[in-house]
């Protein structure tokens, strides 16, 4: 099948002379984003949210409608399981190739520098996260796509109310992060505004899952926790242990996504939400996490991602989601850690 040749490729020049308005005439009939079987394209797709979230939209979508792309050589199972194409987010060529080849609707936007490693090289981030967002951004407005960018708890700062912080509130954040996702969060906004382009943005909080390694971010440490509980039943936790922050179990995150993804245009209000399920600190999780590891001992090193989680929100208010498109998350903090355990158990053999 012509889909099946094209899954693995490295994206060439489409075109020199590609006429983008041209493309965006021709293309406007059958680019409409249907909601009922979107092609979807994931940016930054092998890591912790994307790698989830294909496999949520091929079941629900169909396995060749959803196309992975990032610049990590993929596994053999992620080869298998559909489309993968290696993209660099700063190569708007390669991309606008992907949109019109696979006639794309909707865009998840996933390539990013998280928190603690965008502080670690602040050009890197500059250029994956800014300009990145504006390749994607351009793309979707010449093609119509719906476009989804997340957003994060890092988009606050130490200026916004953190025990709760509402959707709409001063953001001052102070990492690079945070910079970069007010800028996608205020662009998308604008887009709307200006273009009509049907911009969609959730603000997540931590993620917590077990089939990826997180990608460097500050609340990370409630990921490592459990393969280091379960592998050497110690752990060195690099945030205070009275540190609040909000989190979320990946099926939520993945689950809130899909069913704001899933809303037709004019069931939204606005086009970005706070999301959350649950907020706790470092020792609130060991002693969830003790309930299945009771032998667990844990020491406390504060590094330089102290400063940032000190500068977030400690409890999220997403009471405007819950109240407008009725979201609802399903895992507290015991439900979560039990799944994790149970899901982290086979692999260290204990
Ligand atoms: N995981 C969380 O806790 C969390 C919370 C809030 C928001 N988010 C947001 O969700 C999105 C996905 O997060 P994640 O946890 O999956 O991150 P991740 O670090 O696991 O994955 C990001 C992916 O981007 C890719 N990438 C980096 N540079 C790229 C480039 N030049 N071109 C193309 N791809 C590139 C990486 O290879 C990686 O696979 C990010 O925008 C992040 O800010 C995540
Ligand atoms: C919170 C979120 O954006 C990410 N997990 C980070 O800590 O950077």
Redesign the pocket.
């Known amino acids: 099948m012509a889909l099946q040749r094209l899954q693995i490729q490295h994206c060439r020049v489409f075109s020199s002379l590609i006429n983008n308005q041209l493309h965006l005439r021709r293309n406007q009939s059958v680019l409409a984003t249907p909601d009922e079987n979107p092609r979807i394209l994931i940016?930054?797709?092998?890591?912790?949210?994307?790698?989830g979230l294909a496999k949520i939209l091929r079941e629900k979508y169909g396995k060749d409608n959803v196309i992975m792309?990032?610049?990590?050589k993929p596994s053999k199972e992620v080869v298998e399981a559909g489309p993968y194409i290696f993209?660099?987010?700063?190569?708007f060529k390669c991309l606008q190739e992907m949109v019109v080849t696979y006639r794309i609707d909707w865009l998840i936007?996933?390539?990013?520098?998280?928190s603690a490693?965008g502080e670690q090289n602040v050009p890197l981030a500059i250029?994956?996260?800014i300009e990145?967002l504006h390749n994607v951004m351009e793309l979707a407005k010449q093609y119509r796509l719906r476009i989804f960018?997340?957003?994060?708890?890092?988009a606050f700062g130490p200026e916004s109310p953190r025990n709760p912080t509402p959707n709409l509130t001063i953001q001052r954040p102070k990492t690079i992060?945070g910079v970069s996702?007010v800028h996608g969060e205020l662009l998308g906004e604008y887009y709307h505004h200006k273009f009509g382009l049907d911009f969609r943005c959730l603000?997540?909080?931590?993620?917590?899952?077990s089939d990826?390694?997180?990608?460097?971010?500050t609340?990370?440490y409630a990921v490592q926790i459990f393969h280091d509980a379960l592998k050497t039943r110690q752990f060195q936790c690099y945030l205070k242990p009275d540190t609040r922050l909000p989190m979320?179990y990946i099926t939520d995150?993945l689950r809130s996504l899909c069913e704001f993804m899933a809303l037709p245009p004019e069931a939204l209000k606005q086009r970005t939400y706070n999301v959350t399920a649950m907020s706790f600190t470092p020792e609130e999780i060991v002693r969830s996490v003790q309930r299945h590891v009771p032998d667990l001992k844990v020491t406390y090193a504060p590094d330089s991602r102290q400063q940032i989680a000190d500068s977030w929100p400690q409890v999220f208010d997403d009471s405007e989601a819950r109240a407008e498109w009725n979201w609802k998350p399903q895992y507290d903090i015991d439900g979560m850690v039990d799944i994790m355990v149970d899901a982290l158990r086979p692999k260290y053999q204990i």
Do not use: E
């Not at 993209?87 to 190569?91: N, Q, R, S, T, V």
């Not at 936007?109 to 998280?114: E, K, T």
């Open positions: 940016t930054g797709g092998l890591g912790q949210l994307g790698t792309s990032d610049i990590l993209a660099d987010i700063l190569d936007h996933f390539s990013a520098l998280l490693v250029r994956v996260n990145g960018v997340p957003s994060t708890i890092g992060y996702k603000r997540f909080p931590g993620v917590i899952s990826t390694n997180p990608g460097g971010g609340t990370d979320m995150a």
